[in-house]
């Protein structure tokens, strides 16, 4: 799975399967976790956000899940679409005095065969 | 990417140019930031802002220079551009204190 710091590149699902996406943190200060979606030529999007107190927050279609013994991050995505393919990213944030330091991952790219 | 906008969105140069890249928005962010992006790896935070004219270094900030004279717009510029700042840059906003990060379009930039 991606990690902050290495990656899976390519995460091949088929339409309407339900696709996971992990990643490892690293900063166990880190109290808040972020997934992006990124299609090709333009910015990252904001797909979900958790915060170091949850353990699972679910949105239209994905879910995020925090595992903070093991400090592992999952998206899920239900019943995945052609639209979903994209490179999806996690960050951390750790805060600081000054602004949100987002740590972020490297990225899976995401496939849905049809 | 709401209320975010970048420009210009390409841009080729020549080593030892310079250039500046500008970034707006439209919802009254307090916090601004510019990322790079490059292959296989994460974005990389240049440099960003808490405010109107404040301004910090981030992660990979050297060849780089930041101005927020007006609280909506935040500016990167490139002193004297070298190959390894061909990059795609983004930038990226937020209101408060721990809230999400809204990123821009991008401006893909060549260093020839």
């Known amino acids: 799975g991606e990690s902050v710091g290495l990656h899976l590149p390519t995460l091949s699902v088929q339409e309407g399967d339900n696709s996971i996406i992990n990643c490892a943190y690293s900063?166990?200060?880190?109290?808040?976790f972020i997934w992006y979606k990124q299609e090709s030529g333009k910015g990252p999007q904001f797909i979900i956000d958790?915060?170091?107190?949850?353990d699972k927050r679910q949105g239209q279609r994905v879910t995020v899940l925090l595992n903070k013994t093991v400090k592992h991050l999952s998206l899920q995505i239900a019943a995945t679409q052609p639209g979903d393919s994209a490179v999806y990213f996690c960050a951390e944030n750790g805060v600081t005095g000054g602004g949100n330091k987002l740590t972020f991952g490297t990225g899976t790219q995401l496939k849905v065969e049809l | 990417n709401a209320g975010v906008t970048q420009t210009p969105k390409f841009r080729v140069l020549k080593t030892g140019q310079s250039m500046t890249l500008l970034c707006a928005q439209d919802?009254?962010?307090?916090?601004m930031y510019w990322y790079r992006q490059d292959p296989g790896m994460g974005l990389r935070l240049i440099h960003y802002?808490?405010?109107?004219?404040?301004?910090a270094k981030g992660e990979v900030p050297d060849g780089y220079n930041v101005s927020r004279l007006k609280k909506q717009n935040f500016l990167l510029g490139l002193e004297s551009a070298a190959p390894s700042q061909t990059s795609v840059y983004f930038c990226a906003t937020h209101r408060g204190q721990g809230d999400t990060q809204y990123f821009g379009p991008g401006t893909r930039l060549t260093v020839l």
């Open positions: 958790i915060r170091s107190n949850m």
């Open positions: 919802m009254n962010h307090e916090y």
């Open positions: 900063n166990s200060a880190s109290d808040y």
């Open positions: 802002s808490v405010g109107e004219g404040t301004t």
